[in-house]
């Protein structure tokens, strides 16, 4: 079975600019979730999609929005980028019927705004 | 709001040594509890969960037991080998059953072990 697949890896861009990141879920999966993880802040949780439809968002500005196709791949769109955006973008997809159940992560987009 | 707070790393360890890796948190209510582990270069891996009190979750030689009087769940590993070298998340996800996909992490903390 595959696993999360995330493209592109590395992604290179200028302030200003705007950037949209891909994530495939595992098949069956119909839940898709987006973190951040930078060396300062860590892990933080952008939102989840399950059946097209946002069910949690974190705490992030409208510059990041997301979206999820009835094949259950999703993707996630920054607009605007600032250099503080500069992160290893991950996604995770699972089932979606229980708030407690492991989530697969992808490796990563690297994404650096220069 | 909840928080994970782990223990700073690095954490250096000869091969067959213990490994103790703590976490605290504070939420309200039950939330789960989760270990996560990034080798280098990947995504991260779900290494054991407990989904109430005095569980223990065990895997790979890891354990870790949900304590609620002290609002711990510690990483612990007998014998550890050069390949757990990686970094090691503790994670909740809220009581309540409501957040789905959503887990607030800890710092990560990076174990090395030598031969």
């Known amino acids: 079975k595959a696993g999360v697949t995330q493209t592109p890896r590395y992604l290179i861009k200028t302030r200003g600019q705007q950037v949209t990141l891909s994530c495939s879920p595992i098949?069956?999966?119909?839940?898709v979730s987006w973190y951040q993880q930078t060396p300062g802040q860590g892990l933080q949780f952008l939102f989840e999609y399950f059946s097209e439809t946002q069910r949690n968002k974190g705490n992030f500005p409208g510059r990041f929005s997301g979206r999820q196709f009835s094949n259950s791949r999703s993707e996630m769109n920054v607009s605007t980028l600032e250099l503080g955006d500069s992160a290893l973008y991950l996604c995770?997809?699972?089932?979606?019927?229980?708030?407690?159940?492991?989530?697969?992560f992808g490796s990563g987009t690297q994404l650096s705004v220069l | 709001g909840n928080s994970v707070t782990q223990m700073e790393g690095p954490v250096t360890l000869s091969e067959e040594a213990f490994l103790t890796i703590n976490c605290t948190y504070t939420?309200?209510?039950?939330?789960?509890l989760f270990w996560y582990v990034q080798y280098p270069g990947e995504g991260l891996q779900l290494l054991l969960k407990?989904?109430?009190?005095?569980d223990k979750g065990s895997n790979k030689g890891f354990e870790a037991t949900y304590r609620k009087e002290t609002t711990s769940f510690h990483l612990e590993k007998g014998s550890v080998q050069v390949s757990d070298s990686a970094v090691y998340f503790c994670?909740?996800?809220?009581?309540?059953?409501?957040?789905?996909?959503?887990?607030?992490f800890g710092q990560g903390t990076i174990l090395t072990v030598h031969p």
């Open positions: 939420a309200t209510g039950y939330p789960s």
């Open positions: 407990a989904t109430k009190a005095d």
């Open positions: 994670a909740l996800s809220d009581a309540g059953g409501t957040s789905y996909g959503k887990l607030t």
């Open positions: 995770a997809s699972s089932l979606g019927g229980s708030a407690n159940e492991k989530l697969f």
């Open positions: 098949s069956g999966h119909r839940s």
